[in-house]
């Protein structure tokens, strides 16, 4: 089993919905989690953190279930430009940090 | 300020030759880690640097594979004897530890190899 596992898509959406992703996490010992996203060609670029009481910024929400071990991504009135992959990180005490990346998860935001 | 930068951009070479790449991470970052993206896939973690020692080179896929890191800044990556399977985009990130919340990671543009 992974240590952070996303559905890897792709979503497929229209311009103005609202779509939500999942990620697992494995290892208990999980500190600190963020979601990251990655445009094509281009390198992976921090989105938000996410904090135990849940944080939003703008059209983006993000949650974290310690319980079960999962964080989410909402996104709210999708744009064309929200197209991209999503990736799910999370940072496991080890002393210091082992940092985790999942696959990602694509999206396509369509007129 | 400036943020991660890497050099080649793109680098082309033929089947065993040797390349090294080169990664210059955020001023003040301790931590710098070195992944590989293949066309569509997610990240491979290769190697972990905290200051100039790398606890953590569990991902390197080969003895060709190495890397350094001098003065607790620059690092390189160097690939001996290419073979196509080692084909890919070479992302650099370097990290700051936040106290207690954990380290952010910021990456340069990535290095596209390509061995013909």
């Known amino acids: 089993r992974k240590e952070v596992e996303q559905d890897p898509g792709p979503f497929n959406v229209p311009e103005g919905a609202t779509v939500a992703f999942n990620c697992t996490y494995s290892n208990s010992a999980s500190q600190s989690f963020f979601w990251y996203r990655q445009d094509c060609r281009k390198e992976p670029k921090l989105l938000m953190s996410?904090?135990?009481s849940g944080n939003e910024d703008g059209r983006f929400t993000a949650q974290l279930n310690r319980a079960s071990q999962y964080i989410s991504l909402l996104i709210r009135d999708s744009k064309l430009s929200d197209s991209a992959t999503y990736l799910c990180?999370?940072?496991?005490?080890?002393?210091?940090?082992?940092?985790?990346f999942g696959a990602g998860t694509r999206l396509f935001v369509k007129a | 300020g400036a943020g991660v930068s890497q050099s080649p951009s793109n680098k082309v070479t033929e089947k065993g030759k040797d390349v090294e790449l080169r990664c210059d991470p955020i001023?003040?970052?301790?931590?710098l880690y070195w992944y590989r993206q293949s066309l569509g896939q997610g990240l491979e973690f290769l190697i972990y640097?905290?200051?100039?020692?790398?606890?953590?080179k569990s991902g390197l896929p080969s003895d060709r594979f190495s890397a350094e890191r001098t003065g607790g800044s620059v690092s390189t990556l160097t690939i001996q004897r290419t073979q196509q399977e080692d084909s890919a985009v070479y992302l650099c990130a370097s990290t700051i530890v936040r106290g207690a919340v954990g380290e952010t990671q910021y990456f340069g543009p990535g290095t596209r190899l390509l061995v013909l």
């Open positions: 996410v904090y135990s």
């Open positions: 640097f905290q200051g100039n020692s790398a606890p953590d």
């Open positions: 990180v999370v940072n496991v005490r080890t002393g210091g940090f082992k940092t985790i």
């Open positions: 001023s003040g970052h301790t931590a």
